[in-house]
């Protein structure tokens, strides 16, 4: 008989993804329109096609549940691991041909827990998102194998925000709801940022603000430099505010956290270093304020941006 230690009932299971609903950051987690897929052969569910009157029976989850039971067989029941809301189930049903084989399908919408998430390179991130699908029963009663043909994710998303694709099923073992070993279903695909987006939301921005801390050096007033500074610095914290909003409040510093911390700071840096000029300027000694001036303006600023940027790539974006 199927479904005992000495020949496991063998399951094969499609996911496919039809609709992602929203991705939420901050909670690290994604809702999702799933359909899932299950099929198996047990000959303890087979009938007579003759006296039946055709070669397939069609049932409702109970009624499948009521008909096994009634022929002393087992349903092999699944959980889905990464669930973290009620699973609404719209359409259910099962076909049953009368060799026994069976194909239980389902079309549900849920939120699933994205616990991979890792925004050290972000805007320049790849996440991945995964859909796991395990068996109630230990593994040594019920096998799971992939169905890849009714597996993969939806020609129409409707998710605007990700660029989601390379999905692939992968089989694995965890424990399950029952203590021991149940075999495991992943779908696995990975997600990554329009890019054009964070290039003209926010690195623009981030560029004009730079090109205007550099503006300032062309002054002759220091007192002007300092006031147009200030309200530069200001910009800076409010722009910070904004984009970390998006994010979780994480542990480590993303790409654009750095970016940005160091803009604060140099933006600090010149108000602090025009405040010194303009006290060498009212001590008499505007040549060295000058030459201080000249210096800054063709070396260290643009200099300093460059060696941030460039190791914010190397540590980010190269090495991680």
């Known amino acids: 008989m199927t479904g005992q230690p000495e020949a496991p009932l063998e399951v094969g299971i499609g996911i496919k993804i039809d609709q992602i609903v929203n991705v939420d950051q901050k909670s690290e987690n994604y809702g999702a329109v799933a359909v899932i897929r299950a099929e198996w052969t047990d000959p303890a569910l087979a009938f007579d096609a003759g006296a039946f009157g055709r070669n397939y029976r069609i049932f409702q989850p109970d009624a499948l549940a009521d008909y096994a039971k009634s022929a002393g067989a087992i349903i092999p029941v699944f959980v889905i691991q990464n669930q973290q809301s009620n699973r609404w189930i719209h359409q259910s049903a099962a076909g049953v ?9 389902e079309k549900s919408s849920l939120t699933l827990q994205a616990p991979y998430f890792d925004f050290r390179k972000y805007p320049f991130d790849t996440q991945r998102f995964q859909f796991e699908v395990a068996s109630v029963l ?7 194998y992939p169905l ?3 597996s993969g994710l939806g020609d129409l998303l409707g998710e605007e925000e990700w660029i989601l694709g390379n999905a692939r099923l992968i089989k694995s073992n965890a424990e399950g709801i029952s ?3 149940s075999d495991q279903i992943t779908l696995v695909f990975e997600g990554s940022r329009h890019i054009t987006y964070y290039l003209i939301r926010v690195f623009l921005p981030m560029l004009v603000l730079i090109a205007v801390s550099w503006s300032v050096f062309f002054l002759d007033e220091y007192r002007k430099r300092i006031e147009i500074s200030g309200a530069n610095l200001l910009v800076f914290v409010a722009f910070n505010w904004a984009i970390s909003a998006d994010l979780p409040k994480l542990g480590y510093l993303t790409f654009l956290d750095f970016i940005l911390q160091w803009m604060f700071l140099a933006t600090g840096a010149v108000i602090v270093f025009n405040v010194v000029l303009r006290r060498l300027k009212l001590a008499g000694r505007e040549t060295l304020a ?4 000249n210096y ?3 070396w260290i ?3 300093g941006y460059a060696a941030i940027v460039g190791f914010a790539v190397l540590k980010f974006l190269v090495t991680s």
């Open 97 to 105: 041909r009368s060799d026994g084989h069976v194909v239980y399908v």
């Open 138 to 144: 230990p593994a040594e009663f019920v096998s799971y």
């Open 148 to 150: 890849n043909d009714h």
């Open 179 to 181: 203590g021991n070993d």
């Open 290 to 293: 000058r030459k201080l001036d």
């Open 296 to 298: 800054a303006l063709k």
């Open 301 to 303: 600023y643009p200099i």
